[in-house]
């Protein structure tokens, strides 16, 4: 599978909420994820993150999605049912190596999920 091909699938099923299928496409070792507001070291703590966002999640709708080697850049729009969020505008590069997605970086408004968080940020260090 390609690089682009991979990062396809794992959006489709954050989009469709089956996590455990969204994690096999994640390196076990050697993950990370960065974000505006928040850093994970591990799939399942970020896995763990999402799992509480399934509940407000929407929709994920995928506008732009791009390859360069085993970068893969992806511009979504976060529809949710939470108020106070709305809808989230994602900037997301991922990075592909055999087959596993070994980076995601994204780039959002944090201060929106800063404020909903009430300034409890999980972070690598748990």
């Keep these: 599978?390609?690089?682009?091909?991979?990062?396809?699938?794992f959006i489709a099923h954050i989009h469709a909420q089956r996590l455990d299928e969204a994690k096999n496409l994640l390196a076990a070792e050697g993950f990370e994820y960065v974000g505006p507001?928040?850093?994970f070291l591990s799939r399942d703590?970020?896995?763990s993150y999402q799992f509480g966002m399934?509940?407000?999640?929407?929709?994920l709708i995928v506008r732009q999605l791009s390859a360069d080697g085993e970068h893969?850049?992806?511009i979504l729009d976060y529809q949710t049912n939470f108020e106070p969020i709305g809808d989230v505008r994602l900037a997301v590069?991922?990075?592909?190596?055999?087959?596993?997605i070994h980076t995601v970086e994204a780039f959002y408004n944090a201060a929106v999920v800063e404020n909903m968080l009430g300034g409890n940020l999980?972070?690598?260090g748990g």
């Design 1 to 9: 599978m390609q690089p682009k091909e991979t990062v396809e699938h």
């Design 37 to 39: 507001n928040m850093r």
């Design 45 to 47: 703590d970020m896995l």
């Design 54 to 59: 399934v509940a407000i999640q929407k929709d």
């Design 72 to 74: 893969v850049f992806a």
């Design 93 to 100: 590069w991922f990075r592909v190596r055999d087959g596993k």
């Design 122 to 124: 999980p972070t690598a």
